[in-house]
């Protein structure tokens, strides 16, 4: 348990051992962030994934019997916050479930499929817990339609849901104890995995973060911030406006190395230009990490060859991924090889790309079985095409 202020504890857990979140490589494991309030009413904010239950009980208990706790909190139906609630509830006969109206309230029903106390409040619902109160701040989509923020006054710590927050298992609890490039890094890699199909909605929630000035920002994951507030509120500002800087992203996949020949080629083409590039290689990177990573690029350039008329399947996977996520306004490019069965490949990554919402160059270069020194030229001088165009 971790004291925030008198009468206010962390009392999440922490899984070090996790490292796949949905497909998300999670290297650092994550914290399911868990907040308890001791006023003349008690409200537990958050629950845990059900795994978890032991050890957020065990927290719990050293400060409270869990049945004196009058309110249950849901910020957000996901299982890795609200999976243990139904067992939680067994031990907190008196507590209400409170949770947004409609979505929170459909949601929490379709997952337990039992009649729950449920309280459902909406923007500007506020919970009086005897000197202190809990305000509502829905903000839907960041990341399930139910997402809201709660905030406590006259403390001014926002429960912040999944906004601002980092897959990190750490004994700290706070943004200053850890080193900073590597939590900024996590937060970006969790805001372009989670949240970057929802920039509007998550300028909103920043939006109402700023007006309400928080002394404490408490996600549902990861550390809180205290120290560093205007940085991560400063970063979301720029990814919800979907800042980018000069900087390319090549993925690739290759069966014979033929793609990869171009994948270099074009690399050397963007760099002589002076644009910093990186080039990942689907059977060695991530592509979560490959995602945080096109977070603040302004392109990303896709190569693949075919295999049994279709792209390989990790390209596949990969441009599924990116078509979900949407990374708008970003430039594209596409390239590959082929055999005897014509550049499909390439088509498809154009098709793909496109309905990820990049603008995608009509350029594209597509080599039959392996190139040659003039098609490694194109390669770069389609390299360098890309370059003075990020350059702008
Ligand atoms: Fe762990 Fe959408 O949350």
Redesign the pocket.
Request: without cysteine; glycine residues 8%; proline residues 0%.
């Given at each position: 348990m971790t004291r925030i202020a008198e009468g206010v504890f962390w009392v999440g857990a922490i899984d070090w051992t996790l490292r796949d979140f949905h497909g998300y490589s999670t290297p650092r494991g994550t914290t399911?962030n868990s907040y308890l309030v001791l006023d003349e009413k008690k409200a537990l904010i958050d629950a845990v994934r059900s795994t978890h239950l032991p050890e957020l009980l065990a927290r719990v208990k050293e400060i409270v019997d869990p049945g004196e706790i009058d309110y249950l909190v849901s910020l957000?139906v996901?299982p890795?916050?609200s999976g243990s609630l139904a067992q939680l509830l067994a031990l907190c006969p008196k507590a209400q479930l409170v949770t947004v109206e409609r979505h929170g309230e459909q949601g929490l029903e379709r997952y337990f499929h039992q009649k729950l106390p449920l309280m459902a409040v909406k923007e500007g619902s506020t919970l009086s817990l005897g000197k202190r109160s809990l305000s509502f701040i829905p903000i839907p989509l960041v990341?399930?339609p139910d997402?809201m923020m709660a905030f406590l006054s006259p403390d001014a710590f926002l429960f912040s849901?999944?906004c601002y927050?980092q897959h990190v298992a750490t004994s700290g609890r706070y943004d200053d104890q850890m080193d900073m490039g590597l939590l900024m890094s996590e937060a970006a890699k969790y805001y372009a995995n989670?949240i970057f199909p929802y920039p509007t909605q998550a300028a909103r929630a920043l939006e109402k973060t700023r007006a309400l000035q928080p002394k404490l920002i408490c996600p549902?994951?990861g550390l809180l911030w205290r120290g560093h507030r205007p940085e991560i509120l400063e970063a979301y500002g720029r990814w919800t406006r979907g800042e980018t800087r000069p900087r390319a992203v090549v993925v690739y996949d290759t069966m014979w190395h033929s793609t990869e020949a171009m994948a270099l080629a074009l690399v050397e083409g963007i760099a002589r230009e002076g644009v910093e590039v990186g080039l990942r290689s689907l059977g060695s990177y991530d592509p979560s990490d490959i995602v945080a990573e096109l977070l603040e690029a302004r392109a990303l350039a896709v190569g693949c060859p075919i295999l049994n008329n279709n792209l390989l399947p990790r390209m596949a996977a990969f441009l599924t991924y990116i078509k979900g996520l949407r990374p708008r306004g970003k430039i594209g490019a596409a390239f590959g090889s082929f055999g005897w069965g014509g550049a499909t490949a390439v088509k498809a990554i154009k098709e793909d790309l496109t309905l990820a919402g990049l603008e995608v160059m009509e350029d594209e270069l597509a080599v039959r079985f392996s190139p040659t020194a003039e098609e490694l030229q194109a390669c770069r001088q389609l390299g360098q095409k890309l370059a003075q165009k990020i350059k702008g």
């Open positions: 399911y957000h996901e890795d916050h990341h399930w997402n849901t999944d927050g989670i549902s994951h």
